[in-house]
């Protein structure tokens, strides 16, 4: 049943392959056998000519998501069939899942609604139970065959998900999670600060911590539409450095807990690099065993910093809440930059949608937002979000899905972030790309008034549209246009934030 359940996991992502009936009938063979046989070129990878993009079933890929709170694996009362096909009717391609090192209690961080604090009862983990301990070396089946489910069901949405598998612990939640030493049966007496938990000086948690990764690389190693992210938020529980970025602040207002993070680049400690270190070689030693190979995410920081890790294993920088300098400061590590969790900066729509708007021109290749719409009791994301420290709505969802389609459609081979050709932008706050054949803008206007607009570009015949983000609609287009090298063009009026493309024809 299980080389079953594998080779289904296999055979999910033949659907609109150019050579689906080859592979079908290698599939078909693989399945009679008992052999499942690896799909080579499909997993999800760099993109060779431009990495600061994906390639995935050998095509380039921006990834572009706005997901539920990572917890719909360990939660059972989500229906994540339902939040999938919400996923997919929106045009979206990523979600975050926690595996089961970290969860949250109802009410943690005053979140109505919580997906990752499921109630009494729901709560499902990768080990078995002892009574109210769990067995760190005991793999519960329930657990696993929930997770192939998700990740069937994902790739049939065409979703990629980002597997983290180990959180900070954020103080007061360290003591109910089962690597706790009260909370499992494997005699972990060693008494730590819930700080060293995510470090080398962890006692006998380090070998558990193993066994817990490498089990998660063997069950997952069969999909390609995932990558690895070692933690979430490394910086909350260890770090060696605070930076005031905000110099405006008063003193006595940096005090408040509430004001301080938000005001600080907050950079995980180095014993916390190291641990990262081991548990990256985990992942790469278990995957020389087996047939594919992942991506491997750290997540850097909030807001922006320049990337210090140095380590080959990893492809992908993850930031939170993060500015387009994010993108600017490490562009040249030729890295894909992420922006993977947004959130306390309001409800509204139009807050997100910039944002992302603003890292993807930047040039990040992944944006993923933390959509509070989403919750067990509505997994379609139509929940009420007013109390939430986030935003997230069907109609943000449109808007994102209108970017992923605006950028997608260039060459993302050539596609790069370009200043050059702007000589002037009056009345406006401006991201600017250029491919091997468009010039691409986007703007965020002071005022609803005409801006004007001052280029320098390679002469030729262009296709000239101006496309506003909230709605989609086009709102001036010009089908052939001769252009000289000397371009001054007005905007429309009237708009919110605007994407203007000039197509070489």
């Not at 079953?4 to 009936?21: N, V, W």
């Not at 799909?39 to 993009?53: F, I, M």
């Not at 066994?211 to 070692?230: A, C, G, Q, S, T």
């Given at each position: 049943?299980?080389?079953f359940?594998?080779?289904?996991?296999?055979?999910a992502?033949?659907?609109?392959?150019p050579?689906r009936?080859?592979?079908?009938v290698?599939?078909c063979?693989?399945?009679?056998s008992?052999?499942c046989l690896p799909?080579?070129?499909?997993?999800l990878?760099?993109?060779?000519?431009?990495?600061?993009y994906f390639?995935y079933?050998?095509?380039p890929?921006?990834?572009i998501?706005?997901?539920?709170?990572?917890g719909a694996l360990?939660?059972?009362?989500f229906?994540?069939n339902?939040?999938?096909?919400?996923?997919?009717n929106?045009?979206?391609n990523?979600?975050?899942?926690?595996?089961?090192?970290?969860?949250?209690?109802?009410g943690?961080?005053?979140?109505k609604?919580n997906t990752?604090?499921?109630?009494?009862?729901n709560l499902?983990?990768?080990?078995?139970?002892?009574g109210?301990?769990?067995?760190l070396?005991?793999?519960?089946d329930?657990?696993?065959s929930?997770l192939?489910?998700?990740?069937n069901l994902?790739?049939?949405?065409?979703?990629?998900?980002e597997?983290?598998l180990?959180?900070s612990?954020?103080?007061?939640?360290?003591?109910y999670?089962?690597?706790?030493s009260?909370q499992?049966?494997?005699n972990?007496?060693e008494s730590f600060?819930?700080r060293?938990?995510?470090t080398?000086?962890?006692?006998?948690?380090l070998?558990?911590?193993e066994?817990?990764?490498?089990?998660?690389?063997r069950?997952?190693n069969p999909?390609?539409?995932?990558y690895f992210e070692?933690q979430?938020?490394?910086?909350?529980d260890l770090?060696?450095?605070?930076?005031v970025?905000?110099?405006?602040?008063?003193r006595?207002?940096?005090?408040s807990p509430g004001?301080?993070?938000?005001n600080?680049i907050?950079?995980?400690?180095?014993a916390?690099?190291?641990?990262h270190?081991?548990v990256?070689?985990?992942?790469?030693?278990?995957e020389?065993k087996?047939?594919?190979k992942?991506l491997?995410s750290?997540n850097i920081?909030?807001?922006k910093?320049?990337?210090?890790v140095?380590n080959?294993d990893?492809?992908?920088?993850n930031?939170h809440y993060?500015?387009?300098?994010?993108?600017d400061l490490n562009?040249?590590?030729?890295?894909?930059?992420?922006?993977?969790e947004?959130?306390?900066?309001g409800?509204q729509?139009y807050?997100?949608?910039r944002q992302?708007?603003r890292?993807?021109?930047?040039?990040g290749g992944?944006?993923?937002h933390?959509?509070?719409s989403f919750?067990s009791?509505?997994?379609?994301?139509?929940?009420d979000?007013?109390?939430?420290?986030?935003g997230?709505s069907?109609g943000?969802?449109?808007q994102?899905?209108l970017?992923?389609?605006?950028?997608s459609a260039?060459?993302?081979n050539?596609?790069?972030?370009?200043?050059?050709?702007i000589?002037?932008?009056?009345?406006a706050?401006y991201?600017s790309?250029?491919?091997?054949?468009?010039y691409?803008?986007?703007?965020?206007p002071?005022?609803t008034?005409?801006?004007?607009?001052a280029?320098n570009i390679?002469p030729?015949?262009?296709?000239i549209?101006?496309i506003?983000?909230?709605?989609?609609?086009?709102l001036?287009?010009?089908?052939?246009e001769?252009?000289?090298n000397?371009?001054?063009l007005?905007?429309?009026e009237g708009?919110?934030?605007?994407?203007?493309?000039?197509?070489?024809?």
């Amino acid at each position: 049943m299980k080389k079953f359940k594998t080779c289904i996991a296999e055979g999910a992502f033949l659907k609109g392959h150019p050579l689906r009936s080859f592979w079908f009938v290698l599939w078909c063979i693989g399945l009679v056998s008992g052999i499942c046989l690896p799909l080579k070129g499909q997993s999800l990878k760099t993109l060779p000519d431009n990495p600061h993009y994906f390639q995935y079933q050998n095509k380039p890929l921006l990834i572009i998501g706005s997901g539920e709170h990572y917890g719909a694996l360990v939660n059972a009362a989500f229906d994540f069939n339902a939040y999938f096909k919400t996923l997919s009717n929106a045009g979206l391609n990523h979600t975050r899942l926690f595996m089961g090192a970290y969860y949250e209690k109802p009410g943690a961080f005053g979140i109505k609604k919580n997906t990752l604090a499921p109630s009494p009862g729901n709560l499902v983990l990768p080990w078995k139970s002892q009574g109210e301990k769990y067995d760190l070396t005991s793999w519960n089946d329930a657990y696993f065959s929930r997770l192939h489910q998700f990740m069937n069901l994902s790739a049939a949405a065409g979703v990629i998900v980002e597997i983290t598998l180990f959180s900070s612990y954020y103080g007061a939640g360290w003591n109910y999670h089962p690597f706790h030493s009260s909370q499992n049966i494997n005699n972990l007496s060693e008494s730590f600060d819930f700080r060293k938990a995510h470090t080398l000086e962890n006692g006998r948690l380090l070998q558990f911590q193993e066994l817990y990764v490498k089990k998660m690389v063997r069950e997952l190693n069969p999909y390609d539409h995932f990558y690895f992210e070692i933690q979430n938020e490394p910086w909350a529980d260890l770090r060696d450095t605070l930076i005031v970025w905000n110099q405006t602040f008063k003193r006595e207002d940096l005090k408040s807990p509430g004001n301080f993070w938000k005001n600080t680049i907050e950079v995980p400690a180095q014993a916390s690099y190291q641990w990262h270190q081991a548990v990256s070689a985990w992942i790469v030693e278990e995957e020389k065993k087996l047939n594919k190979k992942h991506l491997i995410s750290h997540n850097i920081a909030n807001f922006k910093f320049p990337v210090s890790v140095n380590n080959p294993d990893i492809s992908i920088y993850n930031f939170h809440y993060a500015l387009p300098e994010a993108v600017d400061l490490n562009y040249k590590l030729n890295k894909i930059i992420g922006f993977n969790e947004t959130g306390f900066i309001g409800q509204q729509d139009y807050l997100y949608r910039r944002q992302a708007w603003r890292f993807i021109m930047a040039g990040g290749g992944l944006f993923s937002h933390l959509d509070y719409s989403f919750s067990s009791d509505h997994p379609d994301g139509t929940e009420d979000i007013e109390d939430s420290p986030g935003g997230g709505s069907p109609g943000l969802r449109t808007q994102l899905s209108l970017l992923k389609k605006l950028i997608s459609a260039h060459d993302l081979n050539t596609l790069k972030p370009d200043h050059s050709f702007i000589q002037h932008i009056e009345g406006a706050f401006y991201w600017s790309m250029q491919d091997k054949s468009s010039y691409l803008v986007y703007f965020e206007p002071v005022s609803t008034h005409s801006f004007k607009i001052a280029l320098n570009i390679v002469p030729g015949r262009y296709r000239i549209d101006w496309i506003n983000c909230d709605t989609g609609q086009v709102l001036k287009s010009t089908p052939a246009e001769k252009l000289n090298n000397k371009v001054n063009l007005d905007s429309p009026e009237g708009m919110s934030d605007v994407f203007l493309r000039l197509t070489r024809l």
